[in-house]
Nanobody
Framework: QVHLVESGGGLVQAGGSLRLSCAAS????????MGWYRQAPGKQREVVAT???????HYSDSVKGRFTISRDNAKNTVYLEMNSLKPEDTAVYYC?????????????WGQGTQVTVSS
């Protein structure tokens, strides 16, 4: 079983910054793609940024240039540095990870962390 635990959400004014962290724990052979998704009230969950095991990042157009995703493979942790936050960034942010475990392929989600940007 692979567990993902997010931290770092909160309330910030527009233009401010937040850093999210997500640590993976449990028994697994590999931690491949990791990423961040978000879901605003009344909207579908959308991808924010993803990063492969070798570190290649991908961003949604809405956050490109403002957010930076990174990972520390030694700590099984993925980060999301969010700068120049806008009210439209307000959402619950979910961590995602996939890879291989004893039971086969897994793709898991964290419990979510709230990010609120005030105008």
């Amino acid at each position: 079983q692979v567990h993902l635990v997010e931290s770092g959400g909160g309330l910030v004014q527009a233009g401010g910054s937040l850093r999210l962290s997500c640590a993976a724990s449990g028994l697994f052979f590999s931690l491949d793609a990791m990423g961040w998704y978000r879901q605003a009230p009344g909207k579908q969950r959308e991808v924010v940024a993803t990063i492969g095991s070798l570190g290649a990042p991908h961003y949604s157009d809405s956050v490109k240039g403002r957010f930076t995703i990174s990972r520390d493979n030694a700590k099984n942790t993925v980060y999301l540095e969010m700068n120049s936050l806008k009210p439209e960034d307000t959402a619950v942010y979910y961590c995602y990870a996939d890879g291989r475990a004893a039971a086969g392929w897994y793709n898991n989600w964290g419990q979510g962390t709230q990010v609120t940007v005030s105008s």
